[in-house]
């Protein structure tokens, strides 16, 4: 049997019509950039994500660039994130020539652990009012805690930016009431890469706010800075998302819950039936109902690396996300961390797995999963 980590066929089977007649309708218009299309998807995701704007843009990456420069980020100025995401989120802060500056991850959850935020805090009283940003991950598709994490930033006056590209949907239960993922920060940035749980057929990404004048800025900065045409009071970017990844959106978004659901149901099963002792199963902190798994993780304490290729021979898609943290980048080499500065991301690089959690899996497929797993264990 193949079984691989993801199947955007079997999807694309269930909503094909609906997507070629959204494609020809784009094609009809001839109004390939921006438009009716990306305004409809603004407001759908807006409103789903609980925020009062939406922007949509080029990709994912371009949304947490362009969140930064509406903050106006520049050199000398410091941004808090986590050493354990896609490269973009530390990307972004280096390409505005600031300094990230990592504070490890909590080892259930992945996520940025707020205790260490708060100590590294208390431990660099110097540095503070440098630090224009802070940018929790919601990784794999569960919310970081950000009760704590924005009761930290509000003492120091430090606006949050939330990582959500991989947690659209996500619910986090905060002492104020059920939020969704992006709505709790000053923005909140999206990526529509064909892989996530809402993906479109290349790259495409979004942020969302309540503030409104972050908003007006962030639609100036996304076409060079310009309002009206040619008049340019901001130097921004082309970060203009197309009508074609906009239609597509907007087909998906009506089925995004139930592929939520399917995946929620997909973990539950693998929660359930994979009991071999060895790999330890991803830690729901807030309850399976409020995580989209968007990647279904395997703490494997021993031999990651046999039961990839393992699980490869026997046709079974996997990847690590992520083998090498930040701060072991070649490329961050001049921040003068080391091996060991932040372990527990460490950890997380050389010892987890994705296995698929797609909500078209079958139970018949799961199953097999599951016995090469016990299979290679036993």
């Keep these: 049997m193949q079984v691989p980590l993801l199947d955007l066929k079997a ?28 305004e409809k998807l603004e407001n759908t995701i807006a409103e789903y994500s609980g925020s009062k704007y939406g922007v949509g843009l080029s990709s994912g990456t371009d949304a947490l660039l362009i969140a930064l420069m509406a903050l ?31 504070v490890d991850i909590d080892p259930k959850t992945y996520n940025l652990d707020p205790n260490l935020l708060r100590k590294w805090f208390s431990e660099n009283p110097d540095k503070t009012e440098r630090v224009k940003a802070i940018i929790p991950v919601h990784l794999f598709g569960q919310c970081a805690d950000m009760d704590a994490i924005l009761e930290i930033a509000c003492q120091y006056k430090i606006p949050v930016i939330e990582d959500a590209a991989q947690a659209i949907g ?44 972050l908003y007006q800025k962030l639609i100036k900065l996304r076409n060079h800075g310009s309002a009206p045409k040619y008049y340019h009071a901001l130097i921004g970017g082309n970060f203009r998302l197309d009508a074609i990844q906009a239609a597509v959106l907007n087909v998906k978004i009506k089925y995004l819950e139930e592929w939520h659901k399917g995946r929620r149901k997909n973990a539950e099963y693998y929660d359930n039936n994979l009991t071999v002792p060895g790999p330890v199963k991803p830690f729901a902190v807030y309850g399976r109902d409020n995580h989209i798994y968007n990647q279904y993780i395997l703490l494997v304490p021993e031999k990651r ?55 078209e899996l079958t139970i018949d497929m799961q199953n097999y999963v599951i016995s090469k797993i016990e299979e290679f264990y036993k």
């Design 305 to 359: 690396n046999e039961l990839r290729k393992f699980l490869n021979d026997s046709g079974i898609g996997n990847e690590v996300y992520y083998p090498v943290p930040f701060h072991e980048q070649e490329c961050f080499e001049y921040l003068g961390y080391k091996a060991g500065d932040f372990p527990h991301s460490e950890y997380a690089s050389v010892h987890t797995i994705a296995i698929p959690i797609y909500p």
């Design 11 to 38: 999807q694309m089977d269930t909503i094909r019509g609906e997507v070629k007649a959204a494609i020809d309708d784009v094609v009809e218009s001839t109004h390939y950039i921006l438009g009716p299309e990306v």
């Design 170 to 213: 996500a619910k986090y239960p905060s002492k104020t009431g059920s939020q969704r993922a992006g709505s709790m920060g000053i923005m909140g940035c999206f990526s529509f890469f064909p892989s996530k749980n809402l993906g479109c057929m290349g790259d495409g990404g979004m942020v969302v706010t309540n503030d409104e004048t």
């Design 72 to 102: 106006d980020i520049k050199t000398e100025d410091l941004v808090i994130t986590s050493p354990y995401s896609f490269f973009a989120t530390a990307g972004t802060v280096a390409r505005l020539n600031a300094t990230p500056v990592f």
